[in-house]
């Protein structure tokens, strides 16, 4: 009996022997084993908005060309882009999770002027890059805001190149541009109700800094601006961390008619924002 007990406890020192050495193997192949290529996925292209965007209208606008404006925009003199969603984190940065049928485009796609004879237009440019938000930020005291970019022009620059704390003077974002909210609603998930009048923004301009930083890595937008956790410590409720999920070879097409690019799955009246399935082409 003495003689069987210590044949097995031989046998589980070998095995525990031999696994130590199968786990040594196998972290020094995760430490060493390059990372795996990302899938290059459906490319998107001009066609692909001109066919898939819906609720507007395309428009030819003088010095900037076909641009689209949703029938929001036209039915409603207070409507402003990136006002009808809410701020998440994600692994990208600050992105902007909208409520509206077309945001799938016009959040993550191109960029938004103001115009004297139309109101807001989306333009969406040569660039085609996605990203979690193209905007400006600025912060300082109970406020932050942000503003939509406008279209490339004259100097401006935006293909891979970072743009950061000087772009209300390089774009010439005027006040009229911004959304400002106090600090502590941040986390809330409908904005569009927390957004001062835009008439009182050159207050909020004189009480804040620009604090825009978006960056290009490896063919990935990066939205940081704000400091999450300077932001997160005056918000009155959580602010949502969300992963964005890649997947190559979807038909986005489908997706984007489904409304799978950028879904918000509970209602906009919800207390808590829901589960967000939120997909950026690779």
């Known amino acids: 009996m003495n003689k069987s007990r210590g044949a097995e406890v031989e046998r589980l020192k070998t095995f ?40 507007g209208n395309w428009i030819d606008v003088e010095g900037y060309g076909y641009g689209w404006q949703p029938d929001v925009a036209v039915n409603d003199p207070n409507w402003r882009p990136y006002a009808d969603g809410y701020w998440a984190y994600t692994d990208d940065g600050w992105t902007w999770i909208s409520y509206e049928d077309f945001g799938w485009a016009t959040y993550h796609y191109g960029r938004w002027a103001k115009m004297a004879d139309y109101g807001w237009v989306w333009f969406l440019g040569s660039d085609l890059d996605w990203g979690p938000a193209w905007v400006s930020w600025r912060t300082g005291g109970d406020y932050v805001g942000w503003a939509p970019l406008p279209p490339r022009g004259p100097g401006i620059v935006y293909e891979g190149q970072p743009i950061g704390g000087q772009v209300d003077i390089e774009f010439d974002i005027g006040p009229a541009y911004y959304n400002f909210i106090d600090a502590r609603f941040i986390g809330e998930p409908v904005l569009r109700d927390r957004i001062y009048p835009w008439s009182q923004n050159v207050t909020y301009i004189n009480n804040t800094v620009n604090v825009t930083n978006i960056t290009v890595q490896n063919n990935v937008v990066y939205n940081y601006g704000p400091d999450y956790n300077v932001l997160s410590a005056r918000s009155s409720r959580p602010i949502q961390r969300l992963t964005i999920e890649r997947q190559p070879g979807t038909n986005l097409s489908v997706a984007a008619k489904s409304g799978a690019l950028t879904k918000v799955r509970r209602s906009r009246n919800s207390s808590m924002a829901g589960p967000v399935f939120l997909m950026r082409p690779s």
Do not use: C, W
Request: positive net charge.
């Open 16 to 55: 525990s022997h031999d696994m130590k050495k199968i786990l040594f193997v196998l972290t020094m192949l995760a430490l060493v084993l390059p990372a795996l290529p990302r899938v290059k996925g459906q490319e998107v292209s001009v066609d692909f908005f001109y066919n898939n965007l819906s609720g």
